[in-house]
């Protein structure tokens, strides 16, 4: 059964500094992967999606993801951080078979200090 | 740009008691889909809906739970008997088509809190 692993809860950074948002997951076959942000009191937006196609996916806001097959790791980047960029971060993966159904990881929260 | 929009932002409401939590899909969108997150625990699957029927559900999504779609803008997700352990945020997507390269787009959720 597919799953994602996000491996730190939380994340502080210094606005300008780089970010690294780890996720690895796990599937039996190519998967299709997401990162969603949501920041307070707002909905679940997409940042980028991986299928196939190219394995660095560039995202909104200057986000961009990586596709390591051997790694089994999608892991979200940005070389600069913005204050705006403080949220939860979620990386996502779509279930095996024929289903619409999405499986989220618990989740990064990413504080950025000026 | 368009979005999926959600009513209430929150509720309350005492355990037993029925709540209907409204959703807008986006207006071409075909596909609709239910998620909740408990406080503190990840992101959960309930349902999807196509063409005027449930599509898949998860095991969470027992008898007490019912989708609709009453009119051409609406999608409901309503809970008939509230338990205390039904507290959480609930989610509304929707999508274009379906497939792995489909993006599902979420609503802001609606809070629910059973006291």
């Known amino acids: 059964a597919q799953s994602v692993t996000q491996l730190d809860s939380h994340v502080s950074v210094s606005e300008g500094t780089p970010v690294l948002l780890r996720c690895n997951y796990s599937?039996?076959?190519?998967?299709?992967l997401f990162w969603y942000v949501q920041h307070p009191n707002k909905g679940l937006q997409l940042l980028l999606k991986y299928t196939s196609a190219a394995t660095l996916v560039k995202g909104i806001n200057g986000f961009e993801a990586e596709f390591k097959k051997s790694e089994t790791s999608f892991h979200l980047t940005k070389p600069s951080a913005h204050m705006s960029d403080a949220a939860e971060y979620f990386c996502?993966?779509?279930?095996?078979?024929?289903?619409?159904?999405?499986?989220f990881g618990t989740g990064t929260r990413l504080q950025v200090f000026p | 740009e368009p979005e999926v929009t959600q009513t209430p932002s929150h509720q309350v409401t005492q355990m037993g008691q029925e709540v209907i939590l409204r959703c807008v899909p986006i207006?071409?969108?075909?596909?609709f889909y239910w998620y909740r997150q408990i406080l503190g625990q990840k992101v959960e699957f309930l349902v999807s809906?196509?063409?005027?029927?449930?599509?898949?559900k998860s095991e969470i999504f027992d008898d007490q739970f019912s989708v609709e779609r009453p009119d051409g803008s609406n999608f409901t997700l309503k809970i008939r008997s509230t338990k205390l352990e039904d507290s959480a945020m609930y989610f509304c997507a929707s999508s274009g088509d379906r497939g792995r390269s489909e993006t599902q787009y979420f609503g802001p959720g609606t809070r629910l809190l059973v006291l």
């Open positions: 809906f196509y063409n005027n029927e449930i599509s898949e």
């Open positions: 207006s071409n969108h075909l596909y």
């Open positions: 996502v993966v779509r279930s095996q078979g024929n289903t619409d159904k999405l499986i």
């Open positions: 599937s039996s076959y190519s998967p299709s």
